[in-house]
């Protein structure tokens, strides 16, 4: 993402020097800016994003109040802290009142400094990707293509734009639950039947006896309890797309069916002599091995051959893990709508942890445990602690008190747990990256402030891992 600055505004340019250089030494990743007016402040938050503003509370002009008003307008995700001479409860009211993150006082204390600017930046982050991830999904939602993270998928993107602009047949290929209906329907929303309607049909769900009929329809008295006519999916799919899920199913007479419509456009209902025109782009889907099904004698080649004119392999999910938080952002947001829950949070460490999975059900199987995490959810936040409740396995470690005669409480024991995770997810990547938190922050998806908390939290000894040979 686009780096941000640390704002820092005191009249007083030595005080304002003093408190640049004591954040420099702990946070040299974050630019840090430094201005002595509430006018030039502001210039500077129109000219470059600033997730931290750090503010004397009386300066001419410009009072840290009002600016922090003003900046907030500019930015309402901003965490602003004031910096007052006085320590009181109507000093510390007045503070909140105007918008403040949180407040510190003068003489400051280069702890407190450091410790409240720490955890002004982790919260930045934790909502700065949050709202990404949101605008993502809205995106997603609205039928545009999601920004993907993964080489893989930002390929395929570019693949589907492609081929959506044609009008050709379509063959999505991939494992089941890679998400094939997923990327069927982006082609048609790309394409220029996107007004027109797509209906999804999945072929083994039908019993072989029914599937013409769905497919083509039937005329009254066809067979015993057709007792009008029916419109399949051919004829309601017309000048839209129609997609064929699972098409390595279907029977061979169905096949004949379906290239004699690839050849000529049209269709007979069952029951009828007559045949009639539709215009329907077809694209269909399978986890089959079309060419292994032909050899076997269960697949027609020339149908292969209609339906293979443009395909797309849609890649399993432990080859693409940058795309899994737009996918628990996504699952989650759904969930919520589906439950009337209120909006839900996941914290950065639990994010880690799902990307990390292998996910063999694929996408779909990354759907029903975001489902479950919901629905097990007793607060506004997805963590650890509900992760490892949810997982239930009986390997996972076991939190107890050192005293048997008191257990640990639900809360205690999620503390525990989520201390557990990131003391062995963050010792096996810093012996990985020799203890470089700029490549640990990269491989883990965690922000350089929140990695530097967790070390502090956990006492880490970032020394051993940087003298391994």
């Not at 000219?47 to 109040?65: F, N, Y």
Request: charged fraction near 25%; aromatic fraction near 6%; charge should be neutral.
């Amino acid at each position: 993402m686009t780096p941000y600055a640390i704002l820092v505004v005191d009249d007083d340019p030595d005080f304002l020097k003093g408190i640049i250089r004591q954040l420099e030494k702990t946070f040299s990743e974050v630019p840090i800016i430094g201005k002595t007016s509430g006018e030039a402040a502001l210039k500077q938050m129109a000219s470059a994003e600033v997730g931290v503003l750090l503010s004397d509370l009386r300066m001419p002009g410009i009072s840290g109040h009002r600016l922090f008003e003003k900046a907030l307008a500019m930015n309402p995700r901003l965490c602003a802290i004031m910096i007052t001479g006085y320590a009181t409860v109507e000093a510390a009211v007045q503070a909140l009142k105007s918008g403040a993150w949180d407040f510190i006082t003068k003489p400051v204390e280069r702890q407190t400094l450091y410790h409240t600017v720490e955890k002004a930046l982790a919260h930045y982050d934790l909502v700065r990707e949050n709202q990404r991830l949101k605008d993502m999904v809205s995106a997603m939602q609205t039928g545009m293509a999601p920004e993907w993270q993964s080489a893989a998928m930002k390929g395929l993107q570019e693949k589907i734009a492609a081929i959506a602009v044609s009008d050709y047949t379509v063959l999505v290929t991939g494992e089941s639950g890679a998400g094939k209906e997923h990327i069927a329907r982006q082609i048609h929303t790309l394409s220029s039947r996107q007004k027109a309607s797509c209906h999804a049909l999945n072929c083994p769900a039908i019993p072989e006896q029914l599937l013409e009929s769905e497919l083509f329809g039937h005329v009254k008295g066809a067979f015993t309890g057709a007792d009008r006519n029916r419109e399949g999916f051919f004829l309601a799919a017309d000048k839209g797309t129609l997609i064929l899920d699972e098409i390595g199913d279907i029977c061979l007479p169905i096949q004949a069916k379906l290239l004699k419509f690839l050849q000529d456009k049209e269709i007979k209902p069952v029951g009828s002599s007559t045949p009639k025109t539709t215009d329907v782009r077809i694209i269909a889907l399978t986890n089959q091995n079309l060419e292994t099904a032909i050899a076997a004698g269960r697949f027609r080649q020339d149908l292969y051959y209609r339906l293979n004119v443009l395909s797309v392999t849609v890649p399993p999910l432990r080859e693409r893990h940058e795309d899994i938080p737009i996918l628990v952002r996504t699952f989650l947001d759904q969930t919520c709508r589906e439950m009337n829950l209120g909006p839900m949070d996941i914290d950065p460490l639990a994010m880690a942890y799902l990307a990390r999975q292998k996910w063999p059900g694929n996408v779909r199987e990354l759907l029903n445990h975001v489902r479950r995490l919901a629905v097990f959810s007793n607060g506004k936040t997805i963590d650890m602690g509900l992760i490892q409740l949810v997982a239930g396995e009986p390997n996972a470690p076991a939190f107890a008190s050192n005293d048997p005669a008191r257990p640990l409480g639900y809360k205690d024991a999620k503390k525990q747990a989520l201390d557990l995770f990131s003391r062995d997810y963050l010792t096996r990547l810093f012996r990985q990256t020799r203890g470089n938190i700029s490549e640990t922050s990269r491989i883990s998806g965690l922000e350089r402030a929140s990695i530097q908390k967790i070390i502090k939290r956990l006492g880490l000894d970032m020394d051993q891992f940087r003298e391994q040979t």
